[in-house]
């Protein structure tokens, strides 16, 4: 990612937090509770994007993009430990809301929800001041493609410019024999 790429990736992801932001505070309003968490969620995630982007980090995962903003903003000592625990948290409640038909969540979780993804926002806003200029939210971004990783083609090379990554395998249940 260039200069002038990753700032207005950056800029558009906390544009995308700031709108995703109000939406949740939308929802609270409405009384719609699980929408409400699940939308505070994604606020924090854009604005976890924004963050990587501006040191030129593209996340591909929930997961790699929690590990990434402790790699790079965490353990540099940029952002505090309990903002990068409060990505986790939010990601457990937002499954938890959208998933789990047995989990209840109340107002007082909505409203805590939306604090803690306000708090995040604007966390990573003086942050973003700091690392990049980013254009005013209101004025024209400019559009640049982003540099996507593009696995290799199964022939165990990676393509020149791409880095290979380990991928851990997932399984749900027994591991079954193909038979042919």
Known sequence: ???????????????RARRVLA???DL???G???????????????AARALLFSV????????GLRSLLGEHFVLSGRLSPEMGRL??????DRED??????????????RDAVDSARRFVAESERLLSAIVSLPDPGGASV?????????????????????KTPVKPVRSGPVRKRTT
Do not use: C, F, I
């Open 1 to 15: 990612m260039t200069g002038g790429s990753r700032r207005a990736n950056a800029a558009r992801e906390l544009d």
């Open 32 to 46: 719609h509770t699980e929408g409400t968490v699940s939308r505070a969620y994604y606020a924090v995630l854009h």
């Open 23 to 25: 939406e949740a505070s």
């Open 143 to 163: 559009r640049e493609p982003r540099v996507r990783y593009r696995p290799s083609t199964g022939s165990g090379r990676v393509p020149k410019g791409t880095r």
């Open 97 to 110: 809301a959208d998933y789990e038909s047995t989990v209840v969540v109340t107002a007082v979780d909505a």
């Open 87 to 92: 990505v986790s948290r939010m990601q457990r």
């Open 56 to 63: 030129g980090v593209e996340p591909r995962s929930h997961e």
């Open 28 to 30: 609270l309003r409405l």
